[in-house]
């Protein structure tokens, strides 16, 4: 029994007194905080729709998100996606936290996960990040991006919902814009709208104008920067030209910029222009 007592202040006390010191925001501070990644975060109740998380060493409540939205034409692909740009955004966003998105993906031969599902996913997605920004330890402040699909979501979630989530701006890498005229393009993007919204623009007008995002552009609209190569056969330049006339008609700030001979997807010089360009556009939003 003496032991103990003789040493009781060194078992129980001292630790206390620590982890007090520790924590006490009034005290000496101890050092930043580590890097963090959280993998396959969830948001909702099937395994896609989870998301990952990466929060930078020295994060602190002013730190702005980065969100990413993968491609893959509503079907395939998944979060990893971001993985392929990470260390470009590393460079062009250094004191960002990012955030890469999973969502439910259409089934073309079960017709699940038609439209608005997708949609959906992202708002449950931004309403989640939303209400874990302070036990991250970050901003609330957002930039929204994504590539092919991902920029349509993108695009749609902040000119249509513009009360979910704080989007400072946008950067989409050739997007869709306007689905009507995209299912015009070819046979194969006509039967992949069909499928995905569950009918054609006759059948189910709707549907297509409630997931165009040139549609909700108004003089309000979030700051936009979008990229397009002339030679992209999966999504038409055009659909970014409408896009442009869309913003510019209604006053909305965006930057246009137009890759002659690049596709759907970009060399990785042409990457590395168009996140350095983003970066710059972006910056003027983020206080």
């Given at each position: 029994m003496k032991i103990l007592k003789k040493y009781y202040w060194l078992v129980v006390v001292l630790p206390v007194f620590l982890f007090s010191c520790g924590n006490d925001p009034d005290g000496p501070i101890s050092g930043e905080l580590p890097a963090i990644d959280i993998l396959d975060d969830s948001y909702g109740p099937e395994p896609i729709q989870s998301m990952n998380v990466y929060l930078p060493a020295g994060r602190t409540s002013d730190t702005p998100l980065l969100i990413y939205i993968h491609g893959g034409a509503w079907i395939q692909g998944d979060k990893s996606e971001f993985d392929a740009f990470r260390s470009l955004v590393e460079i062009y966003?250094?004191?960002?936290?990012?955030?890469?998105?999973?969502?439910?993906?259409?089934?073309?031969?079960?017709?699940?996960?038609?439209?608005?599902?997708?949609?959906?996913?992202?708002?449950?997605?931004?309403?989640?990040?939303?209400?874990?920004?302070?036990?991250?330890?970050?901003?609330?402040?957002?930039?929204?991006?994504?590539?092919?699909?991902?920029?349509?979501?993108?695009?749609?979630?902040?000119?249509?919902?513009?009360?979910?989530?704080?989007?400072?701006?946008?950067?989409?890498?050739?997007?869709?814009?306007?689905?009507?005229?995209?299912?015009?393009?070819?046979?194969?993007?006509?039967?992949?709208?069909?499928?995905?919204?569950?009918?054609?623009?006759?059948?189910?007008?709707?549907?297509?104008?409630?997931?165009?995002?040139?549609?909700?552009?108004?003089?309000?609209?979030?700051?936009?920067?979008?990229f397009h190569g002339t030679a992209d056969d999966v999504v038409p330049i055009s659909q970014s030209e409408l896009l442009a006339d869309r913003l510019e008609a209604s006053g909305v700030i965006h930057e246009y910029v137009i890759y002659p001979g690049q596709g759907h997807g970009f060399d990785a010089v042409t990457y590395g222009q168009a996140f350095e360009q983003a970066a710059a556009f972006t910056s003027n939003f983020i206080p």
């Open positions: 966003f250094p004191d960002y936290a990012y955030i890469s998105i999973g969502y439910r993906l259409h089934g073309v031969g079960t017709m699940t996960n038609t439209f608005p599902s997708q949609e959906n996913d992202i708002i449950s997605a931004l309403e989640y990040i939303t209400s874990q920004t302070a036990a991250w330890n970050v901003s609330d402040e957002i930039i929204l991006a994504g590539a092919s699909a991902g920029a349509h979501l993108a695009l749609l979630h902040a000119y249509k919902h513009t009360d979910i989530g704080d989007i400072n701006s946008v950067i989409a890498l050739f997007p869709p814009t306007e689905l009507v005229s995209l299912a015009d393009f070819n046979l194969i993007t006509q039967l992949g709208l069909t499928s995905i919204m569950g009918g054609t623009p006759v059948t189910t007008p709707d549907i297509y104008f409630q997931s165009s995002p040139v549609n909700f552009i108004d003089s309000g609209s979030t700051p936009t920067i979008f």
